[in-house]
Every structure is written in C-alpha cells, then in structure tokens.
Nanobody, 114 residues
Framework: QVQLVESGGGLVQAGGSLRLSCAASRSIFGINMGWYRRAPEKQRELVAIITSGGSTNYVDSVRGRFTISRDNAQNTIYLQMNSLKYEDTAVYYC?????????WGQGTQVTVSS
C-alpha cells in the first residue's frame, strides 16, 4: 500500500513556473513513479515518468519545459514546470506503480492564465 499526497499547485500566469511535490507514505525505493494530468473535458494523460533507476520520459507537449525528479531519502518526487502554457491547465496526479498495482494521489490543481 502506498499513499500519495500532492502539493504545489496553484494559479500562475503563462510563462511562469511551478514545482509540484508528491510525498509518499512509505519508501519509494525501487518504485516507478509518474505524473499524470486531466484537463477539463479531456482524458487523463501521462505527463512524465521516472523509473526506480532514475530514467525519465515525457509527453512531447512538455518535453524541454518540465522536469521530473525523485528524492528517495525523502520519499518524494517532484515536477518542475517552466514556461507554463494555458493548455497545461489541469489537475495533476501523482502515480506509483508497484508490484502490479497502481496508486494515485488526490490531485493538485494547476491553472495557467493566458
């Protein structure tokens, strides 16, 4: 069982930055983690993933602007979001995939004003 709590969302102007955090209730060592988002009236999409070994991948729309990272000692992952665009507006969810099970946080709202 892994409980995840996201924080760091908010309202920002286009071109601005935010850093999201996701704190886990247990060690994330050996666990693949990721960030997803759901924009209004759209399906949830994968934004970025980071493997247990630290490899990363991004959806094309955020590559070069967003950076996912992890701190295993703090049981936390981060999503640094720069050059934010209006279309980045969404609820952002943290995900942990462990032993065949997927765990989700409650989400944090990111709103980018144009």
């Amino acid at each position: 069982q892994v409980q995840l709590v996201e924080s760091g969302g908010g309202l920002v102007q286009a071109g601005g930055s935010l850093r999201l955090s996701c704190a886990a209730s247990r060690s994330i060592f050996g666990i693949n983690m990721g960030w997803y988002r759901r924009a209004p009236e759209k399906q949830r999409e994968l934004v970025a993933i980071i493997t247990s070994g630290g490899s990363t991948n991004y959806v094309d729309s955020v590559r070069g602007r967003f950076t996912i990272s992890r701190d295993n000692a703090q049981n936390t992952i981060y999503l640094q979001m720069n050059s934010l665009k209006y279309e980045d507006t969404a609820v952002y969810y943290c995900n942990a995939y462990h032993l065949g099970l997927s765990y989700w946080g409650q989400g944090t709202q990111v709103t980018v004003s144009s």
